[in-house]
């Protein structure tokens, strides 16, 4: 969802904002294929993080700013992503119009119906599923049309993407604060696909475990048809460890992140969670086994059936939760590497691969005018 566009730069700079951090990655286009030319990120400590980053743009915008000048970015055009918890999102199906504007119109009179607040009052992206060149939208350059199988009726299909003008809103001070360019809004879910699913066009699932909130989604060819997001995250395992074993919340945060860098687990071993996981693990669980209802019972699904999942974020590095999760769900459980199609240093390799289910969105961010 690109909710506004400018000219496109050389290289692209993606921003991933996060309720206490903000990662930072710049990918420049040879030869079509993306390549990193540098990243940053910044973590704020739980005790020190306070109100929300969205809430306090001009700190945000200086942090922003602080954070680009030590990677050394060089563009200052940037791509930025909304949360899932801060966008309505619906998957239409309605009879088909005579043109282009008739279909627009029962667009959005049925999303007038679904979205939280009145059209007037957001800024909202139409793509076209059934249909190439179709693209359109309200305040922006259309976003490229994704292809899938026709219905059998006379009817078109179209995914509305939208968020309050008063929330986009602070992004334009942040950014404005860290004097970039805000090239284009997308959302996480689009980043996302784009980072670690790319052209597969199956039924995929892909967690998303930040330190407050997780995000689920499930992606048939290309385009998310459940979006879901729950306050689950990192931080609720800190405040376990802080209740199990009395400890402060700084030497909680140090032994699960000691969980979290422990050796991965040889073929054959032991794959049991750790008891004190469980505050995540179980609730995530039933989480996912609700999305996959939600999938299952949609009507313009095609696929119906999740294939596999794909687990990043900067908390999805927990030990044994990939493995827990395949063997409770019985399905192929993943973490996400963003980095498979960007080309990189290989002595960068290893620092890479620790990093990257972090920067998973910011990636995807830079990758939006790449590919």
Same mark, same amino acid.
Request: one cysteine or more; hydrophobic letters at 40%; glycine letters at 8%.
């Given at each position: 969802?690109?909710?506004?566009?400018?000219?496109?730069?050389?290289?692209?700079?993606?921003v991933?904002?996060?309720a #206490? @951090?903000?990662?930072?990655?710049?990918?420049e286009?040879?030869?079509? +294929?993306?390549?990193?030319?540098?990243?940053?990120?910044?973590?704020?400590?739980?005790?020190?993080?306070?109100?929300? %980053?969205?809430?306090?743009?001009?700190?945000?915008?200086?942090?922003?700013? +602080?954070?680009?000048?030590?990677?050394?970015?060089?563009?200052?055009?940037?791509?930025?992503?909304?949360?899932? @918890?801060h966008?309505? !999102?619906?998957?239409?199906?309605?009879?088909?119009?005579?043109?282009?504007?008739?279909?627009? $119109? #029962?667009?959005?009179?049925?999303?007038?119906?679904?979205?939280?607040?009145?059209?007037? /009052?957001?800024?909202?992206?139409?793509?076209?599923?059934?249909?190439?060149?179709?693209?359109?939208?309200?305040?922006?350059?259309?976003?490229?049309?994704?292809e899938?199988?026709?219905?059998?009726?006379?009817?078109?299909?179209?995914?509305?993407?939208?968020?309050?003008?008063?929330?986009?809103?602070k992004?334009?001070?942040?950014?404005? $604060?860290?004097?970039?360019?805000?090239?284009?809004?997308?959302?996480? @879910?689009?980043?996302?696909?784009? !980072?670690?699913?790319?052209?597969?066009?199956? $039924?995929?699932?892909?967690i998303?475990?930040?330190?407050?909130?997780?995000?689920l989604?499930?992606?048939?060819? =290309?385009?998310?048809?459940?979006?879901?997001?729950?306050?689950?995250?990192?931080?609720? *395992?800190?405040?376990?460890?802080?209740?199990?074993?009395?400890?402060?919340?700084?030497?909680?945060?140090r032994?699960?992140?000691?969980?979290?860098?422990?050796?991965?687990?040889?073929?054959g071993?032991?794959? =049991? %969670?750790?008891?004190?996981?469980?505050?995540?693990?179980?609730?995530?669980?039933?989480?996912?086994?609700f999305?996959?209802? %939600?999938?299952?019972?949609?009507e313009?699904? %095609?696929?119906?059936?999740?294939?596999?999942?794909? *687990?990043t974020?900067?908390?999805s590095h927990?030990?044994?939760l990939?493995?827990?999760?395949?063997?409770?769900?019985?399905?192929?459980?993943? +973490?996400?590497?963003?980095?498979? +199609?960007?080309?990189?240093?290989?002595?960068?390799?290893?620092?890479?691969? /620790?990093?990257?289910?972090?920067?998973?969105v910011?990636?995807?961010?830079?990758?939006?005018?790449?590919?």
């Amino acid at each position: 969802m690109g909710l506004f566009g400018k000219k496109q730069p050389k290289s692209f700079l993606g921003v991933d904002i996060g309720a #206490s @951090s903000i990662k930072v990655d710049e990918l420049e286009a040879k030869k079509g +294929r993306p390549v990193l030319m540098t990243y940053g990120y910044a973590e704020i400590p739980a005790e020190e993080a306070g109100e929300s %980053l969205f809430d306090q743009p001009k700190k945000t915008g200086e942090l922003l700013a +602080r954070v680009c000048k030590e990677a050394g970015t060089k563009s200052t055009s940037a791509m930025a992503a909304l949360p899932t @918890s801060h966008v309505f !999102a619906a998957i239409l199906a309605l009879p088909d119009g005579k043109d282009q504007r008739q279909r627009q $119109a #029962s667009v959005d009179a049925e999303a007038s119906k679904l979205a939280p607040l009145p059209l007037s /009052e957001m800024i909202i992206q139409t793509t076209y599923l059934d249909e190439e060149g179709k693209g359109e939208k309200k305040g922006g350059k259309g976003e490229k049309v994704m292809e899938s199988e026709k219905p059998k009726q006379k009817q078109f299909r179209a995914m509305v993407t939208g968020s309050a003008k008063t929330f986009i809103q602070k992004y334009i001070e942040i950014f404005k $604060a860290a004097k970039l360019n805000l090239q284009a809004i997308d959302t996480e @879910s689009l980043a996302l696909v784009r !980072a670690l699913i790319g052209k597969d066009k199956g $039924a995929i699932m892909v967690i998303d475990i930040g330190s407050q909130r997780s995000t689920l989604m499930i992606v048939e060819k =290309g385009i998310p048809f459940v979006s879901r997001s729950i306050q689950l995250g990192g931080d609720t *395992v800190t405040r376990a460890i802080m209740s199990q074993m009395n400890l402060g919340e700084s030497d909680a945060e140090r032994i699960k992140r000691d969980l979290g860098t422990a050796s991965p687990t040889a073929p054959g071993s032991d794959t =049991g %969670l750790p008891k004190v996981l469980e505050v995540l693990a179980l609730p995530l669980l039933n989480e996912i086994r609700f999305a996959f209802q %939600l999938y299952a019972s949609m009507e313009l699904a %095609l696929i119906k059936k999740v294939e596999k999942i794909v *687990v990043t974020g900067g908390s999805s590095h927990l030990p044994h939760l990939p493995e827990y999760l395949a063997r409770t769900l019985n399905l192929n459980v993943y +973490r996400g590497d963003p980095w498979a +199609r960007v080309v990189y240093p290989q002595d960068l390799g290893s620092v890479l691969e /620790e990093i990257g289910p972090r920067m998973s969105v910011a990636i995807g961010l830079a990758m939006r005018e790449i590919e």
